[in-house]
């Protein structure tokens, strides 16, 4: 057999023309292409290696006939040149493809998708299919209700099949509500191969039930996002303590980039208690958007992200983030199935509120070395087991197969770096019995970072380049209030003051507070206290068009920084980016007014009083409280919540709301302060430091 008689399976060379057929090489790849053929062809006549497909460096233009004829050779072709050139080997054996609100796909050739959008009403309500996608992994079905007497979803979905067959869903997505609906997704399992006719059964959706006759068809060329070939090894991150970030698909577009990247885990049972982002950046520190597009019914190890177009010039990192600190993660292992990580525990025959037993049992679990060291019983319900400090563990669960059980939890870090961990009971079993480790929470420590040189957008592709400022924005009224309480047009007519110099532009507004709060246990953010920097650009009207905001500790590091640009933001700490759907809005240092209105709305009290201010300027002080309409005892608590509230201190000089206090108001009239906050400076600036500049600078807007 030639060299020219060469073909792949029949099957698998059908199945990429099919797919293929409606694409051509642009001209400018092929040119590139050949010119980095002949090349390599010289490299290698240089070594006197003949090479296997020696009849594409012949002619450009049997290349390109050959190229045009033959699409699945054009893919031969182009996957032998990127090996040759780059030594990176890819994958035939499926082609994948992104589905919007789907995802990606496991096998082009097996998706069927909705022939049309179908309706049926009950009761007042009316369902509408929007979208449904079935490929071999699932069957994905995107519904519309409207005439909801409510948004609670208790429903539950089924499909019939034509031989009657009735198959459950797997999961649903949450209710979703705007101004169109509310939006749910169903997800059941893949149906039996070339399955178009169906009928959905959705039951007890507010109150009604629905029969939906539904039709499938082949998915059309151009209705699914091609990705690009699959590299025989993934792009990965390093492995550390267990956990490696995976750059699983690349859908490359003329106006967009699509990509999922997910986390891989060692160990079965093992899972991030936190959740996560990426952040993606280039050689030069620019951040693109990486704005999360994730189905809602996705497994919460994967993420699909869609970001800019590429010129294929890029040299990307794509890094994974948890918030507060990105190489610290937080991780927990499910040992549920497993019997021997447990140790016996006798309680004696009458324990007694406060007792403490001295204990001296080892367990090895997932890689940990775990010691218990006491147990205590702090009420006549429930036992308190103490362990030793292990490396990187941070708690445990644990269970016993005692019928008089309740409930178990993991327990808070104790003072000497040990953990703890509780279990409930009807009544304190009397013999001895088994405590088993269901759960171990670790940290995981390291940098999971992705090198990524992407390739070039497909021809037309207009890639973004670093934003400049914003237009300017249409004109936007002031709202104005209804209300003819004296305190809250007091309030107004004081904040209007204080605000009208730094709404007249164009100009940069440079803000700075502090915050000090009373943490809860366990609790890493916000910090006890926390300085909060913002720098505002406006225009000519006084819109804002631009602000970097950071928050710092008290030793001055930063650790968190956004940017927003027009109406577009990125956090440039945990990676989160998107659109704000907000309108045009002035500066403003009033945030009293608005919550006055609401109490004034529905009923809320607030006082008024005149006292003198820290540097003896006159002031008010405005309290407003919200009383909850029975008491609300807390966990370690001594005594009930009857209410909230926030006190505003401003300035009757200049008009400004200097410091904000929210509180608890408790049962025997008392105030207790979870916050304060206060303007340390509001200033009005031309330009503002070129660090703010740079920062805003590394923005590319989508």
């Not at 998706?111 to 449904?132: F, K, N, R």
């Not at 699983?248 to 986390?263: C, E, G, M, R, Y």
């Not at 004296?486 to 730094?502: K, R, S």
């Amino acid at each position: 057999m030639s060299d020219l008689d060469w073909a792949l399976p029949p099957e698998l060379d059908a199945a990429i023309t099919e797919y293929y057929a409606t694409l051509e090489p642009s001209s400018s790849f092929a040119a590139r292409l050949e010119q980095e053929l002949r090349q390599r062809q010289g490299e290698l006549l240089q070594h006197k290696t003949k090479p296997r497909f020696h009849f594409l460096w012949s002619d450009r233009r049997e290349i390109m006939q050959t190229l045009r004829a033959r699409p699945i050779f054009a893919l031969i072709v182009v996957l032998i040149a990127l090996s040759l050139l780059t030594g990176v080997v890819y994958a035939l054996g499926r082609l994948t493809g992104f589905i919007p609100g789907f995802g990606f796909t496991s096998d082009i050739r097996s998706v069927y998708l909705l022939s049309e959008p179908v309706d049926a009403i009950s009761g007042g309500v009316t369902l509408s299919v929007d979208q449904a996608v079935s490929d071999e992994s699932k069957l994905w079905v995107n519904l519309t209700v409207t005439g909801l007497p409510e948004e609670q979803d208790f429903s539950q979905a089924f499909v019939f099949l034509p031989n009657g067959e009735k198959i459950s869903f797997q999961m649903s997505s949450g209710m979703a509500v705007d101004s169109n609906g509310a939006h749910l997704t169903y997800v059941f399992p893949p149906l039996p191969t070339a399955t178009s006719d169906l009928v959905l059964f959705v039951e007890n959706l507010g109150g009604q039930n629905f029969s939906v006759p539904m039709q499938l068809r082949l998915a059309k060329p151009g209705e699914i996002l091609p990705s690009e070939p699959e590299q025989s090894e993934q792009l990965r991150s390093e492995t550390h303590d267990g956990v490696t970030l995976v750059l699983d698909h690349i859908a490359p577009a003329s106006n967009k980039t699509v990509f999922q990247v997910s986390l891989h885990f060692d160990q079965p049972g093992m899972s991030l208690n936190n959740d996560w982002n990426v952040v993606l950046t280039d050689q030069n520190g620019a951040i693109y958007p990486a704005i999360d597009i994730t189905p809602d019914t996705m497994d919460g190890n994967a993420k699909i992200f869609q970001t800019s177009p590429f010129s294929g010039n890029e040299q990307l990192t794509v890094s994974l983030n948890v918030f507060p600190t990105a190489k610290e993660l937080p991780v927990s292992i499910d040992f549920s199935m497993d019997d021997a990580n447990g140790f016996l525990f006798d309680p004696g025959p009458d324990p007694a509120v406060g007792q403490i037993w001295t204990l001296d049992d080892v367990i090895q679990i997932g890689g940990f070395t775990l010691r218990a060291a006491r147990a205590s019983l702090v009420s006549t319900t429930e036992l308190l087991f103490e362990f030793e400090p292990a490396e990187n563990l941070t708690g445990v669960m644990l269970y016993t197969p005692d019928p008089l059980v309740r409930g178990a939890g993991g327990g808070i870090p104790l003072a000497n770096g040990g953990i703890s961990a509780g279990m409930r009971f009807e009544k304190i079993p009397s013999q001895p019995f088994e405590v088993q480790v269901t759960r171990a929470y670790y940290t995981a420590h390291g940098s999971w970072e992705i090198q990524w040189q992407p390739s070039p957008a497909p021809q037309g592709a207009a890639v973004q380049p670093t934003v400049t400022s914003a237009p300017t924005q249409p004109p936007y009224a002031t709202p104005t209030f209804a209300s003819t309480n004296p305190v809250l047009l007091e309030v107004q007519m004081l904040a209007q003051q204080f605000d009208a110099p730094f709404q007249e532009g164009p100009a940069w507004i440079h803000v700075v507070t502090e915050r000090t709060s009373i943490p809860r246990s366990g609790q890493t953010y916000p910090l006890p206290y926390l300085i909060s920097e913002q720098w505002i650009e406006t225009d000519a009207n006084g819109y804002v068009i631009r602000s970097v905001w950071m928050d710092k500790d008290a030793n001055g590091n930063t650790i968190q920084l956004t940017a927003t640009i027009g109406d577009y933001s990125v956090n440039f700490t945990t990676g989160d980016a998107g659109f704000n759907n907000g309108q045009p809005y002035r500066f403003s240092a009033d945030i009293l007014t608005r919550d006055l209105e609401r109490a004034v709305q529905y009923g809320g009290s607030f006082t008024r009083e005149e006292i003198a201010c820290d540097d003896g300027q006159a002031c008010i002080v405005i309290t407003s409280v919200e009383s909850f309409s029975q008491p609300t005892l807390l966990a370690g608590e001594a005594q009930a919540f009857v209410g909230s509230g926030n006190k505003v201190w401003i300035d009757l000089a200049t008009g400004q709301q200097i410091q904000f206090q929210a509180f608890w108001r408790l049962e025997d009239g008392t105030n207790r302060v979870e916050s304060t906050e206060r303007y340390l400076l509001i200033e009005k600036v031309s330009f503002p430091p070129q660090e703010i500049l740079d920062v805003v600078a590394k923005v590319i807007v989508p």
